[in-house]
């Protein structure tokens, strides 16, 4: 079993910046991936960003060049850091741990909200 937590949402102002971290524990030698996730009301949940344990990188398009996903293997922490926000990515994020095994359902954090408004 892995457990996931979050901190860091919040509101911010369209332009403005904002740093995501999630604390992962548990039996860490069985995820390939850490990363997070978001959703909004009425839709399915979608990749904003992973980092897998050969430090590869994946991102959703929206957001290349603008938010960084950054695993620690020491402190076994992943952080996303946003910038330039646009308010279409107001939505709940999600934590995710992603397994070598295909056949496991990826773990995830309670969800913590960000909202981008002014």
């Known amino acids: 079993q892995v457990e996931l937590v979050e901190s860091g949402g919040g509101l911010v102002q369209p332009g403005g910046s904002l740093r995501l971290s999630c604390l992962a524990s548990?039996?860490?030698?069985?995820?390939?991936?850490l990363g997070w996730y978001r959703q909004i009301p009425g839709a399915q949940r979608e990749l904003v960003a992973t980092?897998?344990?050969?430090?590869?990188?994946e991102y959703a398009d929206s957001v290349k060049g603008r938010f960084t996903v950054s695993w620690d293997y020491a402190k076994s922490t992943v952080d996303l850091q946003m910038n330039s926000m646009k308010s279409q990515d107001t939505a709940t994020y999600y934590c995710?741990?992603?397994?070598?095994?295909?056949?496991?359902?990826?773990?995830w954090g309670q969800g913590t909200q960000v909202t981008v408004s002014s």
């Open positions: 995710a741990a992603i397994p070598w095994d295909s056949r496991d359902e990826n773990f």
């Open positions: 548990g039996r860490m030698s069985k995820i390939y991936a």
């Open positions: 980092q897998n344990t050969g430090a590869v990188t």
